[in-house]
């Protein structure tokens, strides 16, 4: 999983294949300071990385550097290790400059000082973006970018990356890629080597070029070739179930979800729904915002989700129950609903407005709150935990259901998915007809 936070707001972690907790008013404050601080802090490692890498310097003597080194026939540079050592990134990046077998430009040893730095950390939620990797997560959120048009999600433990879904009309259909197809490679990069959202950058690119996939699709790999296009992924689903109950599926929650969710709702009360299901099955997570103000919209006054960063400070996102709906409520969740469905599913319970039917949920109970740099380049950083209403932090351990249900496809195994073949609908169903 994964998940994401901007400054506004993010929590997330499905990313549409090119792409994933509200902002707090401390995050804008933390964006302008820390913006100029770490930008300051980052210029300084720059000018230093810069002059190591142009200037020879005297270089570390000690005994674990020399034993580093001893294999290499460095000639006259041998002397540069009896001086004292000023640093030791100082020899480290001398040593790459000039003994490295291919030429590595400054501005990628750079980029790969920050990236390290934030990797350090071993939270597989924080992280480094270049300018243009931020400039491309965005527009993601935005819901709007070039690609294949399927939605994926990445393993943490396994680093295994599974196409979640394919939405229709899109290259990814087109090309017969399937909804739990095993993504290997693209363009021959592995997918268990990158995070999520620098590998989706491989199969994100311009309109009319190809992208070359490996998939890995019930034991046998595949070679697929998608032709990229422009890619408005839906992230709100919905018709009536049946003459009462309607449906609302959410795939992820972005800057637009709370929009389009609020036309289907309203579309669903014409067509006389009483009651409804909401699927949160699949959904990765994303914008804390976005799904605070879905939750302000469906429930009363109170409190839907609440922050707490390590010194303690809280800070509650609220409903207030301008337009709360009061209406027999289903949530659907599986292993891959997290984040951001988490923090819907938990606001159902702990309101006790519904029921929750599936298995228990992925247990990402953490924020992260990405801050630009005045270069255009980000970080990304797990910055809270977040709580549900109750006060339980779900971190590791999920939201287990009131009503324990794997999902079986009803059909035989040549016929297409519908929600009347769908036994976890159909158990909804039928709890609301009770």
Same mark, same amino acid.
């Given at each position: 999983?994964?998940?994401?936070f901007?400054?506004?707001?993010?929590?997330?972690?499905?990313?549409?294949?090119?792409?994933?907790?509200?902002?707090?008013?401390?995050?804008?404050?933390?964006? @302008?300071?820390?913006?100029?601080f770490?930008?300051? @802090?980052?210029?300084?490692?720059?000018?230093?990385?810069?002059?190591?890498?142009?200037k020879?310097?005297?270089?570390?003597?000690?005994?674990?550097?020399?034993?580093?080194v001893n294999?290499?026939?460095?000639?006259?540079d041998?002397?540069?290790?009896?001086?004292?050592?000023?640093s030791?990134?100082?020899? &480290?990046?001398?040593?790459?400059?000039?003994?490295?077998?291919n030429?590595?430009d400054?501005?990628?040893?750079?980029?790969?000082?920050?990236?390290?730095?934030?990797?350090?950390?071993?939270?597989?939620?924080?992280?480094?973006y270049?300018?243009?990797?931020?400039?491309?997560?965005?527009?993601?959120?935005?819901?709007?970018?070039?690609?294949?048009g399927?939605?994926l999600?990445?393993?943490?433990?396994?680093?295994?990356v599974?196409i979640?879904? &394919?939405?229709?009309?899109t290259?990814?259909?087109?090309?017969?890629?399937?909804?739990?197809?095993?993504?290997?490679?693209?363009?021959?990069?592995?997918?268990?080597?990158?995070?999520?959202?620098?590998?989706?950058?491989?199969?994100?690119?311009?309109?009319?070029?190809?992208?070359?996939?490996?998939?890995?699709?019930?034991?046998?790999?595949?070679?697929?070739?998608?032709?990229?296009?422009?890619?408005?992924?839906?992230?709100?689903?919905?018709?009536?179930?049946?003459?009462?109950?309607?449906?609302?599926?959410?795939?992820?929650?972005?800057e637009?979800?709370y929009?389009d969710?609020?036309?289907?709702?309203?579309?669903?009360?014409?067509?006389?729904?009483?009651?409804?299901?909401y699927?949160?099955?699949?959904?990765?997570?994303?914008l804390?915002?976005?799904?605070?103000?879905?939750?302000?919209?469906?429930?009363?006054?109170?409190?839907?989700?609440?922050?707490?960063?390590?010194?303690?400070?809280?800070?509650?996102?609220?409903s207030?129950?301008?337009?709360?709906?009061d209406?027999?409520i289903v949530?659907?969740?599986?292993?891959?609903?997290?984040s951001?469905?988490?923090?819907?599913?938990?606001a159902?319970?702990?309101f006790?407005?519904g029921?929750?039917?599936?298995?228990?949920?992925?247990?990402?109970g953490?924020?992260?709150?990405t801050?630009?740099?005045?270069?255009?380049?980000?970080?990304?950083?797990?910055?809270?935990?977040?709580?549900?209403?109750?006060?339980?932090?779900?971190?590791?351990?999920?939201?287990?259901?009131?009503?324990?249900l794997?999902?079986?496809?009803?059909?035989?195994?040549?016929?297409?998915y519908? &929600?009347?073949?769908d036994?976890q609908?159909?158990?909804?169903?039928?709890?609301?007809?009770?």
């Amino acid at each position: 999983m994964s998940d994401e936070f901007q400054l506004n707001g993010d929590v997330e972690e499905s990313i549409p294949e090119e792409t994933k907790p509200t902002t707090k008013k401390w995050p804008i404050v933390l964006g @302008v300071v820390a913006g100029v601080f770490l930008g300051c @802090v980052l210029t300084n490692v720059v000018s230093l990385a810069v002059t190591l890498l142009n200037k020879p310097a005297a270089l570390s003597s000690s005994k674990r550097a020399m034993s580093t080194v001893n294999s290499v026939e460095l000639g006259d540079d041998a002397d540069l290790l009896k001086g004292d050592s000023s640093s030791k990134l100082e020899l &480290v990046t001398y040593l790459i400059k000039h003994y490295y077998y291919n030429d590595v430009d400054d501005e990628t040893l750079i980029d790969g000082l920050y990236a390290g730095l934030v990797e350090s950390l071993d939270d597989p939620y924080s992280t480094y973006y270049t300018a243009e990797e931020y400039e491309n997560a965005m527009e993601t959120y935005a819901g709007e970018y070039a690609g294949i048009g399927a939605l994926l999600q990445k393993n943490m433990e396994t680093g295994e990356v599974t196409i979640t879904k &394919v939405y229709e009309n899109t290259p990814a259909e087109k090309a017969g890629l399937k909804e739990g197809d095993s993504i290997i490679s693209a363009n021959g990069t592995l997918a268990i080597d990158e995070d999520l959202e620098a590998f989706v950058q491989h199969i994100r690119g311009g309109k009319g070029t190809e992208v070359e996939l490996v998939v890995n699709r019930d034991g046998e790999e595949l070679a697929v070739t998608c032709k990229r296009d422009d890619v408005a992924t839906p992230t709100v689903e919905h018709q009536m179930l049946n003459d009462s109950v309607g449906y609302i599926a959410i795939s992820q929650f972005t800057e637009h979800t709370y929009k389009d969710f609020v036309k289907a709702y309203e579309d669903l009360e014409k067509q006389g729904m009483k009651s409804i299901v909401y699927d949160m099955r699949n959904n990765g997570g994303g914008l804390l915002n976005a799904v605070v103000d879905v939750l302000d919209y469906i429930l009363p006054e109170g409190t839907v989700v609440y922050t707490m960063d390590k010194d303690g400070n809280k800070e509650d996102k609220v409903s207030k129950a301008s337009s709360h709906k009061d209406i027999p409520i289903v949530v659907l969740v599986n292993g891959n609903t997290a984040s951001a469905a988490e923090i819907f599913t938990g606001a159902i319970r702990d309101f006790k407005y519904g029921t929750i039917i599936g298995i228990t949920t992925f247990g990402k109970g953490v924020v992260q709150s990405t801050i630009p740099l005045s270069d255009g380049s980000a970080i990304k950083l797990t910055t809270h935990q977040y709580y549900t209403p109750s006060g339980e932090c779900i971190q590791g351990t999920g939201i287990n259901p009131d009503i324990e249900l794997d999902f079986e496809f009803l059909g035989k195994e040549d016929e297409k998915y519908s &929600v009347d073949l769908d036994n976890q609908i159909q158990k909804a169903i039928e709890e609301l007809a009770k």
